[in-house]
């Protein structure tokens, strides 16, 4: 059954520094979402994607979060300037948009730890 | 605004016995409703939905939902309990006009053996 994967798993870095976190979505999948989990949290909405434009975004993100499809296959985000409230588990997810499915299918998660 | 609540921290349930998580919603109009499942370093498993019709729906590894619009509640239901349903689940709410999905802070099962 095809999955969505993310890497790295964990990703530890100093604050200030410029992170992306990678994506694979699921192969004929058109819209795809990042979403974050601060540690003991609720999962937060970050961004959706779709034809190549960010379709909605949340107040969470700011100048400093960009998202891109730089190919047919990854799916990233970038965090320009860490700070330490950006320690959390960040999941990617995509949905087929077509078939009535209104389902998002999660990748695991890349766990970032700001220092 | 969209919201998700999820009143129970911990549920914890007899192995064989019949297991209810309970979530409750806030919306505007007609909602599209889901709960997913984790496991320890996983992702989140898609478990069911509702969209429209039968107010009962039914989905993976035995598992069901119930919609009532009046209470604005979906709770997650099964009728025997396996100890393998011991994880993390979450209720989740779309409205139909948007994109994101709304999510609960989650109930952590244990199924006792």
């Known amino acids: 059954e095809p999955e969505v994967t993310q890497t790295p798993s964990h990703q530890v870095t100093q604050m200030g520094q410029e992170v992306i976190l990678r994506c694979v979505p699921i192969s004929n999948h058109l819209y795809f979402y990042w979403y974050r989990q601060i540690l003991g949290q609720k999962v937060e909405f970050l961004v959706s994607?779709?034809?190549?434009?960010?379709?909605?975004k949340s107040e969470i993100f700011d100048d400093q979060f960009s998202v891109e499809r730089p190919d047919g296959s990854n799916f990233t985000l970038k965090i320009r300037s860490t700070k330490l409230e950006d320690s959390a588990m960040y999941f990617c997810?995509?949905?087929?948009?077509?078939?009535?499915?209104?389902?998002?299918?999660f990748g695991p998660g890349t766990r970032l730890t700001v220092t | 605004a969209q919201s998700v609540a999820q009143p129970e921290d911990q549920v914890n349930v007899a192995e064989g016995n019949p297991l209810t998580v309970k979530c409750t919603y806030s919306v505007s109009g007609n909602p599209y409703l889901f709960w997913y499942v984790q496991y320890p370093n996983r992702g989140l498993q898609f478990l069911l939905k509702?969209?429209?019709?039968?107010?009962l729906v039914k989905g993976s590894y035995g598992f069901e939902a119930e919609f009532n619009k009046s209470q604005t509640s979906f709770h997650l239901k099964k009728p025997s309990a396996l100890v393998s349903d011991s994880a993390l689940y979450f209720c989740a709410v779309r409205d139909r006009s948007g994109n994101q999905f709304y999510f609960g802070t989650g109930t952590s099962l244990t199924v006792i053996p």
């Open positions: 997810a995509s949905r087929s948009g077509t078939g009535g499915s209104y389902e998002q299918y």
């Open positions: 994607f779709y034809n190549n434009e960010i379709s909605e």
């Open positions: 509702y969209i429209t019709g039968d107010n």
